[in-house]
């Protein structure tokens, strides 16, 4: 686009961008408040940060949080790329089907997803004694949120490649083994990485779905601040939130990194 | 080209009977092997938690609640008639204003989005080609963080003593008792800021392949800019602008978080209404009828986007 557009158009650009980063700003920016109530700026402190190390509720939910999220992107990544080679790649009958199954998750309203899934394990535990809401559904759940995501970004990715030097390697006598783990694996590599990361901050931020599909006892990071808002906020929320953004933020940016160095290269 | 095929001719082209793979001709066999062992423990999965459970909810929509919150498997229509307005007493609209409202509130998100989406477009799209790619990370970062954090962070900006709603009373655009937080402002404020990425993109995609020499000529032609911009701009970010909208709406109109955090209990949407019956309503069949009429609405939506974007895969993902 060479065309010049008006400073107006610039101007309501850095105006969106100051709307879209208005809530984390105050967030963060009252995080480090002194003051325990009100909208008032009292001061700079650190302090909201060093008593969530005094927090086991905030703790725990850290942890089950990462456990959670750790958990489900490896085996999402696993069956994700996999699913993204194969489909690539082969035919099978209903691959067209299924390439719009895979994009309901995407597309499909949050809570939909949340309640088939507690039906569907409701429906489980009535006939699999043993079988309760907790880490174990939640993780199942957030697999099947993940592994479109990640089939999607891997499957763009594979698109992207140049099929000729698959065929180069093939022709200069590598099997197909090396040739998957020398030449496919890598040109696929920054799909998988961009897509796990993704996945791992869907899961990190997910908060409908593991409500939904949780138990007693195995609270999440999300989970613990919408009870938190619910009840009334404190700063230390705020802190913990704060974290929260800084590790999603840095993901999406690594991912950014990543594909850009790829387009680079190419 | 004997090379596996990409995405679009996939897409267009009928696929010969033997597919090639690594230039190589393979039997379908050899496919459906490779494939099986490949795609099917995605497919088994996302077959078993996910094509299920919804084909459960369906099912669930046409059962009845008993007395007590089980579940009686008798087929009825009741809950969709409930849901559109049929009550004990004749029309009760209590019910199908939440659905309407729920439409309403999509169709607005995505009017605002619109207008607040294609400036950045138009800017983002006039940058210097390396700034490009930052400014778009820029747009999506605020999608990837927490939307409750997000959400709450809303509440602190728009709170009744906070800065904003003292300065619009002040200047007399609100009453003097009237409030940003809890109520419309803040659910629209919050959904656009939301899903103005899912509207940026799309838009984007569109304006860069904007062809200039046409809006020149326009010019050059007489129209002035904003008769160039509406008979020869709009028409060519045409589907972009229907992407994006439909990419809003969607997830907009089923919202649960956002109207359940800052709309206060008076103004529940689709996914508030869903959320009652699962939770303390307890009547699963009936909140599975509202969760099949947004799933409906998704699939119309989907297929418009799908007929725009004539199946090319303008948004993937943000």
Redesign the interface.
């Known amino acids: 686009m060479k065309t010049r557009r008006s400073p107006l158009t610039g101007l309501a650009a850095v105006l969106v961008f100051v709307f879209l980063y208005a809530p984390l700003a105050v967030v963060l920016v009252f995080s480090f408040n002194v003051a325990r109530h009100g909208t008032m700026w009292e001061g700079f402190t650190v302090d909201w940060y060093l008593r969530l190390l005094d927090n086991q509720a905030a703790l725990a939910a850290a942890f089950n949080t990462l456990q959670l999220a750790c958990t489900s992107t490896l085996f999402a990544t696993c069956l994700g790329t996999a699913l993204a080679y194969g489909m690539s790649r082969y035919e099978f009958p209903g691959k067209r089907l299924f390439h719009h199954v895979l994009h309901i998750p995407v597309f499909i309203p949050d809570i939909v997803l949340a309640v088939a899934l507690l039906l569907f394990f409701a429906l489980v535990r009535k006939f699999l004694a043993g079988f309760e809401l907790g880490m174990t559904t939640m993780t199942l759940a957030h697999i099947t949120l993940q592994i479109p995501f990640i089939a999607i970004v891997v499957r763009a990715r594979m698109a992207d490649c140049d099929p000729q030097l698959e065929e180069a390697a093939a022709d200069l006598g590598a099997g197909p083994w090396l040739t998957f783990r020398h030449v496919t694996l890598p040109l696929m590599m920054p799909g998988i990485v961009a897509g796990s990361l993704l996945a791992f901050t869907l899961s990190l931020d997910d908060f409908v779905v593991s409500f939904f599909t949780t138990g007693p006892g195995a609270t999440t990071l999300p989970i613990l601040i919408y009870s938190s808002v619910k009840r009334g906020i404190t700063p230390e929320i705020h802190a913990l939130a704060s974290l929260i953004l800084v590790v999603s933020a840095a993901t999406v940016v690594t991912v950014a990194f990543l594909r850009g160095r790829t387009e680079v290269k190419r | 080209m004997t090379?596996?095929p990409?995405?679009s001719t996939k897409v267009k082209n009928r696929?010969p009977r033997q597919?090639v793979?690594?230039?190589e001709p393979?039997p379908?066999g050899a496919?459906?092997c490779?494939?099986?062992w490949?795609?099917g423990?995605?497919?088994t999965?996302?077959m078993l938690?996910?094509?299920?459970?919804?084909l459960?909810?369906v099912a669930?929509s046409f059962a009845q609640r008993g007395d007590d919150g089980e579940i009686v498997w008798r087929f009825t229509t009741e809950n969709y008639a409930r849901l559109f307005g049929q009550g004990a007493l004749g029309f009760d609209p209590v019910q199908p204003l939440i659905l309407a409202r729920s439409l309403g509130v999509g169709l607005l998100t995505a009017i605002l989005c619109l207008l607040?989406?294609l400036?950045?477009a138009?800017?983002?799209?006039?940058l210097p080609h390396r700034w490009k790619?930052?400014a778009?990370?820029?747009?999506?970062?605020?999608f990837?963080?927490?939307?409750?954090?997000?959400?709450?962070?809303?509440?602190?900006?728009l709170?009744p003593?906070?800065?904003i709603a003292r300065g619009l009373r002040t200047a007399n655009w609100l009453a003097a008792d009237g409030e940003l937080y809890p109520g419309w402002p803040a659910v629209l404020i919050?959904l656009v800021?939301d899903y103005?990425p899912f509207m940026i993109l799309p838009l984007y995609t569109s304006?860069?392949k904007?062809d200039?020499a046409l809006?020149?000529a326009a010019a050059d032609l007489g129209a002035s800019p904003l008769r160039a911009f509406w008979s020869v701009v709009l028409p060519q970010i045409r589907p972009g602008l229907i992407a994006g909208c439909v990419?809003v709406f969607?997830?907009a109109?089923?919202?649960?978080?956002i109207p359940d955090?800052l709309g206060g209990a008076k103004l529940a949407l689709?996914?508030n209404a869903?959320?009652q019956q699962?939770g303390a309503s307890r009547d699963?069949p009936y909140?599975?009828a509202i969760?099949v009429v947004?799933?409906l609405v998704?699939g119309a939506?989907?297929w418009l986007h799908t007929r725009v974007t004539r199946g090319r895969?303008e948004v993937?993902?943000p």
């Open positions: 090379s596996a990409t995405e696929r597919a793979h690594f230039g393979l379908l496919h459906l490779r494939a099986s490949l795609c423990p995605s497919v999965w996302m938690f996910l094509v299920g459970p919804l459960f909810v669930m607040a989406g400036p950045v138009f800017f983002i799209a006039g790619g930052a778009l990370t820029l747009v999506v970062i605020p990837w963080t927490n939307l409750l954090v997000r959400t709450y962070g809303w509440q602190l900006i709170a003593d906070g800065w919050a800021c103005l304006v860069e904007l200039p809006e020149e990419l969607l997830p109109s089923g919202q649960f978080v955090l689709l996914g869903v959320q699962f699963w909140g599975s969760a947004a799933l998704m939506g989907l895969r993937a993902l």
